[in-house]
């Protein structure tokens, strides 16, 4: 599965040790531009600039910039650079779906067409295929550490695993 995702599911995965899981389950991880300044350029000593350009190195990781600079600025004036870059780009490239957590920019990801995942879908589809992680673990750190997750969702995801 072919995916482009935004800054907030690199930076989850990786403050939870989990980034390999995106090679894992998608293969191929496209990001935009504004993404990479987010994730690495300013994000020296974070685990996600040196996953980030780790996976780069390896191929697996490949930085795309979107072509289409009017839907990028209209998208702009609702959405973060690398939300609004990662969504375009996500279209000209289709993509099989869009990794972002961001409630606005998956409303505006919907209204383009595109699949959305976040970063609590990557970990249920890592679980569902085998690959060991522990899902409430992982959401529980990650909400300690600030991650927003609506209390419905997480109960949600709960009920899922339990089946």
């Known amino acids: 599965m072919r995916v482009a995702s935004n800054s907030s599911p690199l930076i989850w995965l990786s ?5 390999d899981l995106l090679r894992e389950v998608f293969g191929t991880i496209l990001i935009a531009p504004a993404v990479w300044a987010e994730t690495v350029d300013r994000a020296a000593g974070y685990p996600n600039a040196t996953n980030v350009m780790a996976a780069r ?10 072509t289409d600079l009017e839907k990028i ?3 702009r ?18 993509v099989d779906a869009v990794l972002v957590d961001d409630l606005q ?3 505006f990801a919907t209204a383009m067409g595109l699949r959305v ?4 879908g990557v970990l249920l589809l890592a ?3 085998g690959i060991t992680v522990d899902v409430k673990a992982t959401l529980d750190h990650m909400r300690r550490l600030g991650f927003r997750l609506r209390e419905q969702v997480y109960q949600d995801i709960l009920k899922r695993l339990a089946q």
């Open 73 to 75: 600025a209209v998208l």
């Open 117 to 120: 995942i976040g970063t609590a």
């Open 57 to 66: 190195a390896a191929e697996w990781l490949q930085v795309i910039t979107p």
């Open 127 to 129: 679980h569902a295929r």
């Open 77 to 94: 004036a609702q959405l973060h650079a690398g939300e609004a870059e990662t969504l375009v780009m996500a279209a000209e490239q289709r």
């Open 15 to 19: 403050q939870t040790g989990h980034f």
């Open 105 to 107: 920019a998956r409303h």
